[in-house]
């Protein structure tokens, strides 16, 4: 089964902290993917990577910057808190390609609940 | 601009009847469409899919029938089950089964009542 490991279900953070929220998946995709679920907006995509050290902006990247030093992890970097980034974070992996075994799903991690003070 | 909406936040079924979420979509890009289902405090998991090639697709009790030219789609579960309580995303792709970024609607949240 593929797994997608988010480090913190939980993270209560003050205004102005850096945070980090780290994501490893162990199925050798090749991209990557960070969404924030908010009540009556969806899942917006902040960021994505199809490879190492690659990175492209999603619809809603401000205040937030990514790293992908290692094909199995991708770590969302939010620089200085603010409280509208209070949120559902939502990590998610997926294989690149047209093999048969591909359904075009995202896999998703369990989340990461952030609180901003 | 939201591309893909899901205009009825809530829905509210008896258990066994016919649950019905609706799905439109303005970009005609898209070529691939996903139906997740969401448990609070959980990642949203897969639910089923279907290529802009077909206007049916089945699995078991779920069915995702898409009507390209009216740019909608909608997800059947027939029963329901009070398990499915939960919200329901749909999400769209421009990169087919390739595993590209994908869009999300607002979610709906089925309530099925024993």
């Known amino acids: 089964d593929v797994k997608v490991t988010q480090s913190s279900r939980y993270l209560v953070k003050r205004t102005g902290e850096k945070v980090f929220l780290e994501c490893v998946q162990d199925?050798?995709?090749?991209?990557m993917f960070w969404y924030r679920q908010d009540p009556g907006l969806g899942l917006r995509l902040i960021y994505f990577?199809?490879?190492?050290?690659?990175?492209e902006k999603g619809d809603i990247p401000e205040g937030y910057s990514v790293s992908r030093e290692k094909k199995e992890r991708f770590s969302l970097i939010l620089e200085s808190a603010s409280t509208n980034q209070t949120s559902m974070y939502l990590c998610?992996?997926?294989?690149?390609?047209?093999?048969?075994?591909?359904?075009?799903?995202?896999?998703f991690g369990e989340g990461s609940r952030l609180t901003v003070l | 601009d939201q591309q893909v909406k899901q205009n009825s936040p809530s829905l509210s079924v008896q258990e066994g009847r016919i649950s019905i979420l609706n799905c439109d979509y303005t970009n005609s890009m898209f070529d691939y469409f996903l139906w997740y289902k969401k448990y609070p405090a959980e990642g949203p998991t897969f639910l089923i899919s279907i290529s802009s090639i077909k206007d049916k697709n089945e699995d078991g009790r779920f069915t995702v029938f898409l009507n390209k030219s009216a740019k909608h789609l909608s997800l059947h579960i027939v029963p329901s089950q009070p398990g499915d309580s939960a919200v329901y995303f749909c999400a769209a792709s421009r990169f087919g089964r390739q595993g590209g970024k994908l869009i999300f609607g607002q979610g709906t949240e089925l309530s099925v009542k024993p």
């Open positions: 990577s199809y490879d190492v050290k690659m990175k």
């Open positions: 199925m050798d995709h090749e991209n």
């Open positions: 998610a992996s997926s294989p690149l390609g047209l093999a048969e075994k591909n359904t075009g799903e995202l896999f």
